[in-house]
């Protein structure tokens, strides 16, 4: 099965600097990569996805990038705000109708003001 | 985006007892939607998948007769836990697929279930 692995598992940033997650993943059939969001209690809460026929994908500070060959993807947040803080999942799944989404180990975001 | 709702969103039981947690898609049909468990600073693990109309696929390692999962209809789906004990205690979290080609999945807010 898939298995997702990411770093690091914790990240302090100053406000302002940017923050980089990175993420790997065994399934070269993947082919759906979101990023999800989870605050403190809630649900996760996806923030951006990417497919494997693109290789960048950008939504105002968020971005993330995919390189299908050496299967890795990793999310870019710029101009970190305090209400960044939060812990961030990878994940992968396949496509063609529902499949299971494997999820990355998370990474506990702190953006200090 | 789509919204999936969750209730309750926070339940205390003792020991012996039964809770159901219902997911429900609010703006949208899910002819699937999954259940996950959160342990504390830990990752989501996926329990089950649920579809519309017919037996839940349980993940390896998830007992079906503890973790009954029933999903009637299109904008609906529950899960049981039976006979509640301590270490059931966990974040409940489910998810509905829109139906996308690719496995677009929108979760609800959790359950954060403390067993007595």
């Known amino acids: 099965g898939e298995n997702v692995e990411q770093h690091p598992s914790t990240l302090s940033v100053q406000e302002g600097d940017s923050a980089v997650i990175k993420c790997t993943y065994s399934d070269s059939a993947s082919n759906y990569f979101p990023w999800y969001k989870q605050e403190l209690g809630k649900g996760p809460q996806l923030i951006i996805d990417i497919r494997s026929n693109v290789g960048e994908k950008k939504d105002q500070r968020i971005a993330v990038t995919l390189n299908k060959t050496a299967k890795h993807f990793s999310l870019h947040i710029t101009e970190t705000q305090p209400e960044d803080s939060a812990v961030y999942f990878c994940?992968?799944?396949?496509?063609?109708?529902?499949?299971?989404?494997?999820f990355g180990t998370g990474t506990k975001l702190q953006v200090i003001p | 985006g789509a919204v999936v709702s969750q209730h309750p969103s926070r339940v205390i039981c003792k020991s012996g007892t039964s809770v159901k947690i219902e997911c429900r898609s609010l703006?949208?049909?899910?002819?699937?939607m999954f259940w996950y468990r959160q342990f504390p600073k830990q990752s989501l693990m996926l329990m089950a998948t649920?579809?519309?109309?017919?037996?839940?696929?349980?993940e390896q390692g998830v007992e079906k007769d503890k973790f009954l999962i029933n999903h009637a209809s299109l904008t609906l789906s529950t899960l049981t836990v039976t006979s509640a004990h301590p270490e059931d205690s966990s974040f409940y979290i489910c998810?509905?697929?829109?139906?996308?080609?690719?496995?677009?999945?929108?979760f609800g807010p959790g359950t954060r279930l403390t067993v007595l």
């Open positions: 994940a992968a799944s396949g496509s063609g109708g529902y499949q299971k989404v494997t």
């Open positions: 998810s509905a697929y829109t139906g996308g080609s690719y496995n677009e999945q929108f």
């Open positions: 649920s579809n519309e109309g017919s037996k839940a696929t349980y």
């Open positions: 703006d949208f049909q899910a002819t699937t």
